[in-house]
Every structure is written in structure tokens, then in C-alpha cells.
């Protein structure tokens, strides 16, 4: 892939899952691929679900990184070895250098690849797995371990699907498959029943903020908002503070604080941030932004409290005031599913990024009035 292009399976500005040494707050689902491997039921398909950003590429990385570092364990004269306890692989080893340096001969790794055009996919395509047939055919090295990462399964389309599903359904010897899946239910239901799963939950405040700091990120002043917004995940963490999601959501907040009345000037100037040139990733992330707002106005209304922590100053106020029964809450509910449809469509089709955040302000507002 060009260098020009962003990698898809990365955070821009931020580390690779293959540069990540320690992973936290998933400790259970390594022990359960360990449990797997020291019993000798090291399956040939392993599926790694969860939130998107809690650590599955992560995790995907450390366990190619074990296997190609680890060699077949064999009984001796007193038995059989001692179990591993972790899945660390030093620095220093030579398969830490060359992954890394992305010259390792056992491992190969599935992303979206680039188009004729000199553009990133939207899908991981036939051609990306079949090119696996090759490196299927190469010899094998190091006692004959291969894996292979498809990150993410869910954005294979139907026929490269259908093609990683025969290579599971027929594995070549001592390969090993890991299939990062954030929508396990979007896969063919054969892959997923060919494959072990591995679940990674949301992480705590307290991970989340220890693997903020190991990308390098600066954490804001106000934590307990970023861990409300981002939801126990990394990923989310580090794009809302790439792209000024903190204040985005807090401009969302004073507007709907004005509610029924309508702040033009604060939603036109919102608008017009997500119309910006070169403003995409920040406009994807408006969207999701106005997506946890109406779930949170919705949940408001059905427990009878507004979700704490806050995520941004005034809001329990504000949500509490406009959603303050269960039949606003519904109100609310109703509106997010017409508006999630009506602005991913709308994304789809190219329509202009300002229209849309205007409308949906504007749809808010007329909800907030009946309400």
C-alpha cells in the first residue's frame, strides 16, 4: 500500500496494534487463548469481538507475535513442559524486529488495499485474500507456524468472504487464523462457526487512561467527559481528541441546552465546521456525536436520570429538561432511528455536510418543542 494512503487498520497519528507492546484491561481473553495453547487446543480460526478500539487488533498483533516467537513445545524426560503464563515477547527477539520491520515471512496481514485509482477501498476485496495462497505456498520457517490477521472480517465483501471461508473449512497445517470482527454479526454465520471467539469488553476509566498514555496522547483536563464519550474505547479515545471531539460535543450541548428556543448563529457555525475542506473524519465524527446525544436524551427519559459522568459541562441539565419521562424518551428514540438512516444516507450520496447537521439540529429542535 502507498504510502500516501492512511492505514486502515491504524489510528492516524498515533501507533500501529503492531508497535503496541503491553495491552490492558483484557487480561481474561488472554488467559483464555493461553488456557487453549497449554492444553494443546490451539484452534486454527480464532474470532476477536468486542467494541471497536478495545484492544482486538492489539491482542491480534501479541498473539502472532507469541506464536512465530514461540517454538512447538515437546514433552521431555520429566514430562510435559511447564505451562506459559504470558503472551510477551521481548523487545530483542528477532520476530519482534521483523514484524515491526514488516519482513516476517510467517505472518500476513489482511486490510483494505487500494484501487486502481490510487484510492483506500471501502471493502476488503477477493484479490486481498487470495493473495494468501501465495504465502500459503511459500516454505515454512520456524518450525512451520504461520498467521495470518484479517482486520476487520466485517468489512470483507461477500466474495472475499466466501473465499476465507475455504481456507477455514480446509486450513493449511499449523496456520492460524485471527479475524478482528467489532460486528461479528455482519460475518457469514459458517465463518463464525469455524472459528473460537474471543470477546474483549469496553475497559475501565483506569485502562483506558493507561493506554492513552502509552500512544503517546495527551490526556484533556476533563477525563471523566473523554471516557463518557469514547465508552471504554481506545480507539474512540484517542479520534476524539485527534479531531477536537471533546468541544464538538459541547457545542451539541449548549445548543440543545437552548432547546426549544434555537441558538442559529452556535448550530450554523457547527454546520459550518463539518462543511470545512478536508473536514471528513471530522464530520464522521459529528455524526457519532449526534448519535450519543439522542441515545443519551433517550435514556434520559426511560431511567429518569441523565447517564453520568457528564460528557460535557451543562449536560445532565439539559438532557434531564427536554427528556424527562418515558414518553419523551421514546420521542427522542424515534428521532435518533430516523435521523441515523437519514444522515448516513445522506453521507452516502455526497450531500452537503452543513445541510445535513443543519437539518438534524433543526429535527431536534422540533422535537424538543413537543416535548
Known amino acids: 500500500m502507498s504510502d ?7 489510528v492516524p497519528g498515533f501507533p500501529h496494534p503492531r508497535e503496541t507492546q503491553r495491552l490492558f484491561g483484557q487480561d481474561q481473553a488472554q488467559a483464555d487463548f493461553l488456557s487453549a495453547y497449554n492444553a ?6 480464532w474470532l476477536l469481538t468486542g467494541p471497536q478500539g478495545v484492544g482486538k487488533a492489539t491482542l491480534a498483533w501479541q498473539i502472532a507475535r507469541f506464536l512465530l516467537a514461540t517454538p512447538p513445545a ?11 503464563e504470558t503472551l510477551s515477547i521481548s523487545d530483542e527477539h528477532p520476530v519482534s524486529h521483523r514484524i515491526l520491520a514488516g519482513a516476517e515471512p510467517g505472518l500476513a496481514a489482511i486490510t483494505r488495499s487500494a484501487n486502481d485509482k490510487g484510492k483506500l477501498r471501502d471493502q476488503i476485496v ?24 484479517v482486520d476487520s472480517a466485517d468489512e470483507m465483501n461477500t466474495s472475499a468472504a466466501n473465499a476465507l471461508l ?14 478482528v470482527s467489532h460486528q461479528p454479526s455482519r460475518l457469514l454465520p459458517t465463518i463464525r462457526s469455524r472459528c473460537r471467539t474471543l470477546r474483549l469488553p469496553a475497559l475501565s476509566p483506569d485502562d483506558m487512561q493507561a493506554a492513552l498514555l502509552q500512544a503517546g496522547a495527551d ?3 476533563t477525563p471523566d467527559q473523554l471516557a463518557a464519550l469514547a465508552s471504554g474505547s481506545v480507539g474512540a479515545a484517542l479520534r476524539l481528541l485527534t479531531l477536537d471531539g471533546l468541544r464538538i460535543y459541547q457545542d451539541l450541548i449548549n445548543i440543545v441546552g437552548s432547546m426549544p428556543q434555537l441558538d442559529r448563529p452556535r448550530a450554523q457555525a457547527l454546520a459550518d465546521t463539518a462543511a470545512q475542506r478536508g473536514a471528513a473524519d471530522r464530520f464522521e465524527l459529528m455524526l457519532t456525536l ?18 453520568r459522568p457528564e460528557a460535557a459541562q451543562g449536560e445532565a441539565a439539559a438532557l434531564e429538561r427536554l427528556s424527562a419521562s418515558p414518553h419523551q424518551a421514546r420521542a427522542w428514540a424515534d428521532l435518533a432511528t430516523r435521523i441515523t438512516a437519514r444522515m448516513r444516507h ?12 443543519l437539518d438534524t439540529v433543526f429535527k431536534m429542535q422540533e422535537t424538543a418543542s413537543r416535548a
Not at 500516501?4 to 491504524?10: E, G, H, R, V
Not at 501465495?134 to 495470518?148: P, W
Open 4 to 10: 500516501d494512503l492512511p492505514a486502515p487498520d491504524q
Open 40 to 45: 494443546d487446543r490451539l484452534h486454527h480460526g
Open 74 to 84: 515437546e514433552a521431555g524426560l520429566f514430562g510435559a513442559p511447564p505451562p506459559v
Open 126 to 149: 477477493v484479490d486481498d485474500v487470495r493473495k494468501l495462497n501465495h504465502f500459503f505456498g511459500l516454505s515454512a520457517t520456524d518450525g512451520g507456524r504461520r498467521v495470518v490477521i
Open 166 to 179: 475455504k481456507m477455514l473449512e480446509e486450513p493449511p497445517a499449523r496456520t492460524t487464523l485471527l479475524l
Open 219 to 221: 490526556l484533556p483536563e
Open 290 to 307: 449526534l448519535d450519543i446525544l439522542l441515545a443519551r436524551l433517550a435514556r434520559t427519559g426511560a431511567v429518569g436520570m441523565a447517564p
Open 346 to 357: 445522506g453521507q452516502s450520496v455526497n450531500l452537503d455536510p452543513a445541510a445535513l447537521v
